[in-house]
């Protein structure tokens, strides 16, 4: 008779999930404020397609996703997630040229609480919603520096997570492991080529962009994707989605710290409405009675 394996061992207190998820919360909005510390040597287009080119690579080498034997529907969902994926890297860094990197997140946080509200059919859900509006109508009704292109780009960086969750479950049926995210990272850096070289030009081949785009690479891609997978095999639905919610107030902070960036009373105030409607949504579907 075979010795029984071992029992998985539990995390340790301090390798918590939660401190999973506020890791890579931390991680990624501090690759950000590095990214755009980026934008003084190279085009924003450049930077994103470096973070998506190193991602790639770094997730390549550990990876090492199987390719042959595929289908074309794996083939299809990974090209989409993946395209998801680089439009709304390209997007955000766009935005953070514009405006700040705290009230471009507060924005491009809009796409994943419309996922997590769109399939709700109670009249009470309606008030994340409103709130989540009133957020963003402040920005338009009261003077601010903010640029309307640097909206929109958030706007459409949102979309593009938004899409970007929806496919997630998909690839990760369809692709075991972190093979999804590395196929799809690989797909981005691909889309964004031709882009990503000629926005960028000599200043790519600067040692100083190359290093610096590593590890944003690594602080907004490989750090927090590792940390959330592992997190989320471990951790309710409901709770990951309210600890998500702070990524506006992180990237506000990680923006201050590393930019010296700050927000004025309307930004905040938007910021707080996007957070409190997003924490309400995910308690609200995580207390809500499953489907028939």
Do not use: H
């Amino acid at each position: 008779m075979s010795a029984r394996p071992p029992a998985p061992r539990s995390l340790p207190a301090w390798l918590s999930p939660v401190w999973l998820v506020l890791g890579a919360i931390v991680s990624v909005q501090v690759g950000a404020a590095f990214a755009k510390s980026l934008f003084a040597l190279t085009d924003p287009t450049a930077v994103a397609w470096l973070r998506m080119a190193a991602a790639a690579a770094i997730f390549w080498v550990f990876a090492r996703p199987r390719l042959r034997g595929r289908t074309w529907p794996e083939w299809r969902v990974v090209i989409g997630y993946g395209i998801a994926l680089a439009t709304m890297n390209w997007a955000i860094y766009q935005s953070f040229a514009r405006i700040p990197i705290g009230l471009a997140v507060t924005i491009e946080f809009l796409g994943p609480l419309a996922v997590a509200l769109v399939g709700s059919r109670r009249a009470r859900d309606l008030v994340w919603v409103g709130l989540a509006a009133v957020g963003v109508t402040l920005l338009g009704v009261f003077p601010t520096t903010v640029d309307w292109a640097g909206i929109g780009f958030a706007l459409l960086a949102g979309a593009a997570w938004a899409a970007y969750i929806v496919l997630s479950g998909p690839t990760g049926a369809a692709w075991e492991g972190v093979t999804g995210v590395s196929v799809g990272s690989l797909v981005g850096a691909l889309v964004f080529l031709v882009p990503g070289l000629v926005a960028g030009g000599s200043s790519l081949w600067q040692p100083r962009v190359a290093v610096l785009a590593v590890v944003v690479g690594v602080l907004s891609s490989v750090i927090p994707y590792g940390l959330e997978m592992v997190a989320r095999r471990r951790i309710p639905a409901g709770v990951f989605g309210i600890l998500m919610s702070l990524e506006p107030a992180a990237a506000a902070l990680a923006a201050l710290l590393v930019l010296g960036e700050q927000l004025g009373w309307v930004e905040l105030v938007a910021m707080a409405c996007v957070i409190v409607a997003s924490v309400g949504s995910t308690r609200a579907l995580a207390k809500a009675p499953a489907p028939n």
